[in-house]
């Protein structure tokens, strides 16, 4: 499924980071099932493999015992889906995949990328 529609994963910025006067060591964004967390010689959480993170996941933030993880706004995600027509394309390939029924979706219009 290309879910970024040929926009390559750099071009989104979407990762994670850390206040480390917020961690309490807990461990929890260590959960991340796509090891984008290490530790530092403090044993504080350090953002390892940041283009690893899941465009769009949150989860460790929502874990984080001290509140100590960060995302940038949803709205610059959103923004990079309008500019780069992401919708429209994940639209048209989920209907090709029948994964929703292509009798509720005009394809050749384009979405409100709002």
Wanted: positive net charge; contains cysteine; hydrophobic residues 35%.
């Amino acid at each position: 499924m290309p879910w970024f529609a040929g926009v390559e994963r750099n071009e989104i910025n979407w990762h994670p980071t850390i206040d480390k006067n917020k961690c309490v060591k807990c461990g929890m964004c260590m959960n991340c099932g796509k090891n984008v967390f290490g530790w530092d010689s403090d044993g504080k959480a350090v953002v390892q493999n940041p283009l690893d993170c899941v465009v769009g996941c949150s989860t460790c933030a929502n874990l984080c015992l001290g509140n100590a993880i960060g995302f940038p706004p949803l709205e610059k995600l959103r923004a990079v889906f309008r500019k780069k027509k992401i919708w429209t394309a994940v639209r048209k390939q989920l209907v090709k995949e029948d994964k929703i029924p292509a009798r509720h979706h005009n394809l050749k219009e384009e979405l409100p990328e709002n």
